[in-house]
Every structure is written in structure tokens, then in C-alpha cells.
């Protein structure tokens, strides 16, 4: 194996957060209980964007070349007595995680944040990655979305909508959170987010935005008052009027789940549309309300993205904990939303060692034949995989992963008429 592949060298932390390479050792990510060294051929340069990240209270897991086994190392090699760290990537948007940093829990672990934490090694002078790209679109690419710029946009609209309290909220998602959506609508650009809803009747175990009775703590705060249908309508004519193939989005993480503010959502649809034709009206959702759902289509709600960690009642419930409603109504409202010719994506949450298991690719594919969906947005979990892996093994039988690139190629070669992505596209290109 090492004759034939060239292996990315592991990076590891001090305890100050100085990242730096061992020799000798190739970098390993994991799937569930498989251990994979990182290789050339299967990583990519780190794509522009992305963060490193230290993860606490844990040993990392590294690939000894010259004994060809992987090894747990509690201290730095280079200076013995000195604790060491793993390091995992947060990768950019359009990317999604094959593979996430290997490593051990120590006995005092507790859950790590909200992210991501792909794989990561150095080789050639660069950090390398273990991702598969979905989507080329720039439309969250960070070297877009100059801080001067942003400003000078968020100026702009305070002269244009000086009362609009929807358009005060993204501006602190812009600028206090770094929420790319909201810069593009000051930037005038792609997507514009419509956080409406205080309230969701899911309790995900990744909740970004409240997390009860929980040692995990959110990533951001969860809007706290319910725009008018005014405001959200101002808001969203606005972005359309001046962006070409523009998109509107209801269903943010600084939200709950939009179905439950129907009652603001409804009129300010019905408002946009006695405006203009122009535009694409999206709803990110958990789908949990079928009937209200069909009210919205028919008042001009163009497409719908619902977000799916797994196609399997019982490995979905164990992760969104569902509340007055069941996985039954997430499958009616896809069924209505394709009778009504509507555009439907799903927004599949990736966890290699689970998304990637035959289980999980059988179901998938069996789903996407019953339901012809015309999208999957590949996205990455954002939660603790070793304790998300244990969540799911106690839901369902997982077999061994057979890798993200399997599963993605699978998916393509059963379905081409199937788009696959990151991003909601305008309707011109439905």
C-alpha cells in the first residue's frame, strides 16, 4: 500500500492551538469503526474557506508508516511530556466530509460544538482535506463577500427600509454571526434569507439555534420576535427587484421551522406575487405540516427543501424528535409538493459511519425511486459524530460504511435526472 499510494502527512495541535506535522505518521480519518489513512488520491488541497479546528479532550489517532499500524499518541513526540490534540477541518460550503478526524475520547469528554469535523493532513506544503465537491457555485465563496462591501450594502438598506425589523435581524447575522446568507442580500446577491419563525416542533440533537436541557451550546441566537407579513414581503421584493434568477428562503438556522409562522408567511407570499411573477420563493422546512404546505403552494411558494438525516423512521426520529408530528407527514408533504409540480430538494445531513452505511444507501435509493425527487443538497452534520454514531447504532442495524464516494456515485448512476448540490437554485434553471 505505501508503494502504491502516497500517504498525507498527520498535523496535530498544542495545547496553545499551534498546528504542526509528524513525521512518520500519515493523517487517519474514520467512519464509524473504520480507520482510514489519508491518502493523496483520496484528499484534496483544503478549499478556500474552511477553518482548523482543535478537538478537546481527545487523543488523536495517526497512522504509524514504519510499523503500519494506527496508534493512539498522548503527547508530543517532539516534546515528550507535552499533552498533543486532533485536528479536524470545517470545510467550506459546496464540499461535503468523507471521512471525519480520527481520534479517541477521553473519559472527562464532553459533546464537542456544532460543527463538522472532516479529516485533515499536511502534503506538498498545503493542508489536505478529506471532501468530495457537490456544488462549483460561488455563492458563499468568502473572497466574494468583502467586509466594506457588506457594510456599505447594510447602509444602503437602513436608508431604504429604516423601520423593517427582519432586515435589522440580518444584519446581525451578517455581521456578529458571518451568516453568508445574510451578506448576499446586503451584497444584493444570489439568496436572501426570510428567518420568520420562533418556534419549531422539532428538537434536533444539532439545533442550531436553541438547545434545551442540553451541555451543547448553540451557535446562534434564535430570532425573537415574528416579523410581520409587511416587513417580509419589503424584505423579500427588494432582493427580487434588484437580483436577477434571485431566490427568497424561508427556514434559516437563526429560526425554527417556518410551517409554524404560516400565519405571517401565508399573506407575505400572497403580497410578493400580486408584485411580481420574478423570483424564486423557497422554504427549507422539516415538512411537518402537509396541509399547510398545499395553502402556501398555492399562494406562490415555488420550492421546498426538507431537511432528512436519514430516509429510516426510526434513525430520523432519533435525531429530530419529532413533536406533534410524524415521519408519515414529512413524506405526505413531498408527495404534494411533486403533485403540484413543485421543485423539491432534500437537505441530506452527512455523517460518514452513518450516511454511509449499506443500510442507509438501500434506504435512500429505495426513497428516491418512490419519491422522484429533483435534488439532493449534500450537506454536512454539524454534531459530534462519535456520539452521533451511537445515537444511530441504537436505532437501527448499521453495517460497515462503504464510503461517501460509493453512496454519491451510487445515487447519480440509479437516478441522472437527479441534480445534486449545496445550494437552493433559482426556478429558471428548475
Same mark, same amino acid.
Given at each position: 500500500?505505501? /508503494?502504491?499510494?502516497?500517504?498525507?502527512? %498527520?498535523?496535530?495541535?498544542?495545547?496553545?492551538?499551534?498546528?504542526?506535522?509528524?513525521?512518520?505518521?500519515?493523517?487517519?480519518?474514520?467512519?464509524?469503526?473504520?480507520?482510514?489513512?489519508?491518502?493523496?488520491?483520496?484528499?484534496?488541497?483544503?478549499?478556500?474557506?474552511?477553518?482548523?479546528?482543535?478537538?478537546?479532550?481527545?487523543?488523536?489517532?495517526?497512522?504509524?508508516?514504519?510499523? #503500519?499500524?494506527?496508534?493512539?499518541?498522548?503527547?508530543?513526540?517532539?516534546?515528550?511530556?507535552?499533552?498533543?490534540?486532533?485536528?479536524?477541518?470545517?470545510?467550506?460550503?459546496?464540499?461535503?466530509?468523507?471521512?471525519?478526524?480520527?481520534?479517541?475520547?477521553?473519559?472527562?469528554?464532553?459533546?464537542?460544538?456544532?460543527?463538522?469535523?472532516?479529516?485533515?493532513?499536511?502534503?506538498?506544503?498545503?493542508?489536505?482535506?478529506?471532501?468530495?465537491?457537490?456544488?462549483?457555485?460561488?455563492?458563499?465563496?468568502?473572497?466574494?463577500?468583502?467586509?466594506?462591501?457588506? =457594510?456599505?450594502?447594510?447602509?444602503?438598506?437602513?436608508?431604504?427600509?429604516?423601520?423593517?425589523?427582519?432586515?435589522?435581524?440580518?444584519?446581525?447575522?451578517?455581521?456578529?454571526?458571518?451568516?453568508?446568507?445574510? *451578506?448576499?442580500?446586503?451584497?444584493?446577491?444570489?439568496? %436572501?434569507?426570510?428567518?420568520?419563525?420562533? $418556534?419549531?416542533?422539532? $428538537?434536533?440533537?444539532?439545533?442550531?439555534?436553541?438547545?434545551?436541557?442540553?451541555?451543547?451550546?448553540?451557535?446562534?441566537?434564535? +430570532?425573537?420576535? /415574528?416579523?410581520?407579513?409587511?416587513?417580509?414581503?419589503? =424584505?423579500?421584493?427588494? #432582493?427580487?427587484?434588484?437580483? *436577477?434568477?434571485? =431566490?427568497?428562503?424561508?427556514?434559516?438556522?437563526?429560526?425554527?421551522?417556518?410551517?409554524?409562522?404560516?400565519?405571517?408567511?401565508?399573506?407575505?407570499?400572497?403580497? +410578493?406575487?400580486?408584485?411580481?411573477?420574478?423570483?424564486?420563493?423557497?422554504?427549507?422546512?422539516?415538512?411537518?405540516?402537509? /396541509?399547510?404546505?398545499?395553502?402556501?403552494?398555492?399562494?406562490?411558494?415555488?420550492?421546498?427543501?426538507?431537511?432528512?438525516? &436519514?430516509?429510516?423512521?426510526?434513525?430520523?426520529?432519533?435525531?429530530?424528535?419529532? &413533536?406533534?408530528?410524524?415521519?408519515?407527514?414529512?413524506?405526505?408533504?413531498?408527495?404534494?409538493?411533486?403533485?403540484? /409540480?413543485?421543485?423539491?430538494?432534500?437537505?441530506?445531513?452527512?455523517?460518514?459511519?452513518?450516511?454511509?452505511?449499506?443500510?442507509?444507501?438501500? %434506504?435512500?435509493?429505495?426513497?428516491?425511486?418512490?419519491?422522484?425527487?429533483?435534488?439532493?443538497?449534500?450537506?454536512?452534520?454539524?454534531?459530534?459524530?462519535?456520539?452521533?454514531?451511537?445515537?444511530?447504532?441504537?436505532? %437501527?442495524?448499521?453495517?460497515?460504511?462503504?464510503?461517501? #464516494?460509493?453512496? +454519491?456515485?451510487?445515487?447519480?448512476?440509479?437516478?441522472?435526472?437527479?441534480?445534486?448540490?449545496?445550494?437552493?437554485?433559482?426556478?429558471?434553471?428548475?
Amino acid at each position: 500500500m505505501q /508503494k502504491r499510494k502516497k500517504f498525507v502527512t %498527520a498535523v496535530v495541535s498544542d495545547k496553545a492551538g499551534e498546528i504542526f506535522d509528524l513525521d512518520g505518521y500519515a493523517a487517519v480519518g474514520m467512519a464509524g469503526s473504520s480507520l482510514v489513512p489519508l491518502t493523496l488520491d483520496e484528499t484534496m488541497n483544503m478549499p478556500f474557506g474552511g477553518e482548523l479546528m482543535l478537538i478537546p479532550d481527545r487523543k488523536p489517532l495517526l497512522y504509524n508508516i514504519k510499523n #503500519h499500524r494506527i496508534e493512539s499518541l498522548l503527547e508530543n513526540p517532539y516534546s515528550p511530556g507535552e499533552p498533543i490534540f486532533p485536528v479536524a477541518a470545517f470545510n467550506s460550503p459546496g464540499y461535503v466530509v468523507s471521512l471525519v478526524s480520527a481520534y479517541k475520547e477521553k473519559k472527562a469528554a464532553g459533546f464537542l460544538p456544532l460543527f463538522s469535523y472532516g479529516a485533515v493532513g499536511w502534503c506538498n506544503g498545503k493542508f489536505r482535506t478529506a471532501v468530495i465537491r457537490v456544488d462549483r457555485e460561488r455563492r458563499q465563496d468568502l473572497r466574494l463577500m468583502k467586509v466594506e462591501d457588506v =457594510v456599505s450594502g447594510i447602509r444602503k438598506i437602513q436608508k431604504e427600509m429604516p423601520e423593517n425589523r427582519l432586515a435589522k435581524h440580518l444584519e446581525k447575522c451578517a455581521m456578529e454571526y458571518g451568516c453568508p446568507a445574510a *451578506k448576499n442580500f446586503f451584497l444584493g446577491r444570489y439568496e %436572501a434569507p426570510l428567518p420568520t419563525s420562533q $418556534h419549531c416542533n422539532a $428538537h434536533c440533537l444539532g439545533c442550531l439555534s436553541l438547545q434545551k436541557d442540553s451541555e451543547i451550546p448553540h451557535s446562534q441566537d434564535r +430570532i425573537d420576535f /415574528k416579523p410581520s407579513s409587511k416587513e417580509i414581503a419589503e =424584505v423579500a421584493l427588494y #432582493h427580487i427587484h434588484r437580483v *436577477k434568477r434571485s =431566490v427568497v428562503s424561508f427556514g434559516q438556522g437563526c429560526e425554527g421551522d417556518p410551517l409554524l409562522a404560516a400565519d405571517v408567511i401565508e399573506p407575505a407570499i400572497k403580497e +410578493i406575487r400580486s408584485k411580481t411573477r420574478q423570483g424564486t420563493i423557497n422554504m427549507n422546512t422539516n415538512g411537518s405540516k402537509p /396541509k399547510t404546505l398545499k395553502r402556501l403552494f398555492a399562494e406562490g411558494l415555488d420550492s421546498i427543501r426538507i431537511s432528512l438525516n &436519514s430516509v429510516r423512521k426510526s434513525c430520523y426520529d432519533a435525531y429530530f424528535r419529532p &413533536s406533534g408530528y410524524t415521519f408519515v407527514d414529512v413524506i405526505k408533504s413531498i408527495e404534494i409538493a411533486l403533485k403540484k /409540480k413543485k421543485y423539491v430538494s432534500i437537505n441530506y445531513l452527512n455523517c460518514p459511519g452513518f450516511t454511509d452505511t449499506p443500510e442507509e444507501m438501500e %434506504a435512500l435509493i429505495n426513497f428516491t425511486n418512490q419519491n422522484p425527487i429533483n435534488m439532493i443538497q449534500w450537506r454536512n452534520l454539524n454534531f459530534d459524530p462519535l456520539r452521533y454514531w451511537k445515537v444511530m447504532s441504537a436505532a %437501527a442495524e448499521l453495517g460497515t460504511p462503504v464510503g461517501m #464516494h460509493r453512496v +454519491i456515485r451510487q445515487v447519480k448512476e440509479s437516478f441522472p435526472a437527479v441534480k445534486h448540490g449545496y445550494f437552493n437554485p433559482p426556478k429558471e434553471i428548475f
